[in-house]
């Protein structure tokens, strides 16, 4: 929970923020134009579905759906359009994008608000690498519109228009963790927990006695790689564990990694890609794997959308992308954080309006 800040309808407090959601409303309208100048499709993805998602750490906020006969159902508020948006691939949208509003819980920082917008597309038929062109082209792009030959966040600045580094999840631990991340993955993706323990702990990552291998890896991540990834450029960190990508395919010869990456800037995770994983029967059992994860953590699982799996059978091979666009927006303005980008930021339990 962020700290109580001063309500944002104040006159003073949204001459502050005014220039900022200015620039919020031009960088939207200059990323629109980008994507309809390359014949994308804009869509508007359903908010309410059957399911929210199904990766262990995902929090959706749930409803009910009243039908006319007063029967209740439940339903989420989606987490990100990923499911209807494949869906309208699988219908033959050969290029889509939506910028959605998206609805996720236990989630407020500086970097994290419960309802946020997410930019998400798809390329039909396209590899994953496309849409790492794509980041670089829209890094520059918001800066044009921003007004700004910089990204900044806490003292860190990137040049939005150099081009992105590229660097592997193996070479990223390494590099800024000392760590051997593929020695602790087998040959069919199977991973070694205490041999990622044992390089951990070493490097002074304090672990808990129940702690997974995903942990352990998620640890690692955050605390020794993501803070010097995107420092003077944008970085590209690729090459994920396969099973550290619930909804990617494996990369061609190396069924270890996934065709999964994130786009970082001045520290921060900005988006998320895949090659699209289109087996329904691999969908499932990933799945069911995180809900039995995310029962045994935190005592709930949500159910699989299984007209989504269904549309898998029918969705040709594709590429897809989720960029949080209020994050962007933060970077290209300087803000300090995410609430001073949004319009009207959700009211803090407790506090009223505020």
């Known amino acids: 929970m962020s700290q109580t800040h001063p309500p944002f309808w104040r006159p003073d407090i949204h001459a502050d923020r005014r220039p900022m959601l200015l620039a919020r409303n031009r960088i939207k309208a200059?990323?629109?134009?980008?994507?309809?100048?390359?014949d994308f499709i804009e869509v508007e993805a359903a908010i309410l579905q059957i399911s929210p998602g199904n990766e262990t750490h995902l929090h959706?906020?749930?409803?009910?759906?009243?039908?006319?006969?007063?029967?209740?159902?439940?339903?989420?508020?989606?987490?990100?359009?990923?499911f209807a948006a494949k869906k309208l691939l699988a219908a033959g949208e050969p290029r889509l994008f939506d910028f959605a509003r998206v609805f996720r819980n236990r989630e407020r920082t500086a970097?994290?608000?419960?309802?946020?917008?997410?930019?998400?597309?798809?390329?039909?038929?396209e590899d994953y690498e496309a849409l790492m062109q794509?980041?670089?082209?829209?890094?520059?792009?918001?800066?044009?519109?921003?007004?700004?030959?910089?990204?900044?966040?806490?003292?860190?600045?990137?040049?939005?228009?150099?081009?992105?580094?590229?660097?592997?999840?193996?070479?990223a631990f390494a590099r800024h963790a000392g760590i051997d991340l593929m020695m602790t993955i087998a040959a069919d993706g199977?991973?070694?927990?205490?041999a990622l323990a044992a390089?951990?702990?070493?490097?002074?990552?304090?672990?808990?006695g129940d702690d997974s291998w995903s942990d352990i890896f998620s640890r690692v991540l955050s605390e020794k790689v993501?803070?010097?990834?995107?420092?003077?450029r944008a970085t590209i960190l690729c090459e994920y564990p396969i099973s550290e990508a619930?909804?990617?395919?494996?990369?061609?010869?190396?069924?270890?990694?996934?065709?999964?990456?994130?786009?970082?800037?001045?520290g921060v995770e900005l988006a998320n890609a895949f090659g699209e994983l289109t087996d329904p029967a691999e969908q499932r059992r990933r799945f069911e794997a995180d809900m039995d994860e995310k029962q045994r953590i935190y005592g709930e699982r949500y159910p699989v959308d299984e007209d989504f799996l269904a549309a898998l059978v029918a969705m040709p091979q594709a590429s897809g992308i989720a960029l949080g666009f209020d994050r962007l927006v933060m970077l290209a303005t300087g803000a300090r954080r995410i609430e001073d980008v949004l319009w009207t930021p959700v009211a803090e339990p407790g506090r009223g309006g505020r």
């Not at 970097?111 to 038929?125: C, N």
């Not at 890094?139 to 590229?166: C, H, K, Q, S």
């Not at 390089?199 to 808990?208: K, P, T």
Request: aromatic fraction near 10%; proline fraction near 7%; charge should be negative.
């Open 226 to 232: 993501e803070p010097e990834l995107g420092r003077g």
């Open 30 to 38: 200059a990323l629109r134009r980008w994507f309809e100048a390359r």
């Open 111 to 125: 970097l994290h608000h419960p309802e946020f917008t997410m930019l998400e597309w798809y390329r039909a038929g």
């Open 246 to 266: 619930a909804l990617a395919r494996p990369k061609p010869g190396d069924p270890r990694v996934a065709e999964r990456f994130e786009l970082y800037a001045c």
């Open 190 to 194: 199977a991973t070694d927990r205490q």
């Open 134 to 171: 794509d980041c670089a082209a829209l890094l520059a792009e918001a800066a044009r519109a921003a007004g700004t030959t910089v990204l900044r966040w806490r003292g860190n600045e990137v040049d939005p228009f150099a081009e992105p580094e590229r660097v592997t999840l193996h070479e």
């Open 60 to 82: 959706g906020f749930a409803t009910t759906l009243v039908d006319d006969a007063g029967a209740g159902h439940p339903y989420y508020l989606h987490t990100s359009p990923e």
């Open 199 to 208: 390089q951990a702990q070493a490097v002074g990552i304090r672990l808990a």
